[in-house]
């Protein structure tokens, strides 16, 4: 499945965004899927995850009651929408997708199998 995210974007503290992740080649259903997030010299943080059967979602404590994450199976897109932005949000953020992932290791890239390419968040104070 390939995977592409996008509206990424500069923003004030206390805006919003939505970013868009469009997955193509497969049947998108069959996957779990993921937002996780990167600044430059740390290692991909977990954001948000949403499970392919259940739709039950998770969040990063960090994002908890900030973030939303959605699927629109129709469209073959995954959606986080950012709430209450903070400067500490800024980061480039990957979707990720994977047809294996159990709890256990929701938090790690590892368990995901394709990526986005990334779309950059930039949060001024």
């Given at each position: 499945v390939q995977l592409q995210a996008s509206g990424g974007g500069l923003v004030q503290?206390?805006?919003?965004?939505?970013?868009?992740?469009?997955?193509?080649g497969r049947t998108f259903s069959g996957y779990s899927m993921a937002w996780f997030r990167q600044t430059p010299g740390k290692e991909r943080e977990f954001v948000a995850g949403i499970f392919r059967n259940s739709g039950r979602t998770y969040y990063a404590d960090?994002?908890?009651?900030?973030?939303?994450?959605?699927?629109?199976?129709?469209?073959?897109?995954?959606?986080?929408?950012?709430n209450s932005l903070r400067?500490?949000?800024?980061?480039?953020?990957?979707?990720?997708?994977?047809?294996?992932?159990?709890?256990?290791?929701?938090?790690?890239?590892?368990a995901y199998h394709y990526w986005g390419q990334g779309t950059l968040v930039t949060v001024s104070s």
């Amino acid at each position: 499945v390939q995977l592409q995210a996008s509206g990424g974007g500069l923003v004030q503290a206390g805006d919003s965004l939505r970013l868009s992740c469009a997955a193509s080649g497969r049947t998108f259903s069959g996957y779990s899927m993921a937002w996780f997030r990167q600044t430059p010299g740390k290692e991909r943080e977990f954001v948000a995850g949403i499970f392919r059967n259940s739709g039950r979602t998770y969040y990063a404590d960090s994002v908890k009651g900030r973030f939303t994450i959605s699927r629109v199976t129709a469209e073959n897109t995954v959606n986080l929408q950012m709430n209450s932005l903070r400067p500490e949000d800024t980061a480039a953020y990957y979707c990720a997708a994977s047809r294996t992932l159990i709890l256990s290791t929701l938090d790690q890239p590892s368990a995901y199998h394709y990526w986005g390419q990334g779309t950059l968040v930039t949060v001024s104070s």
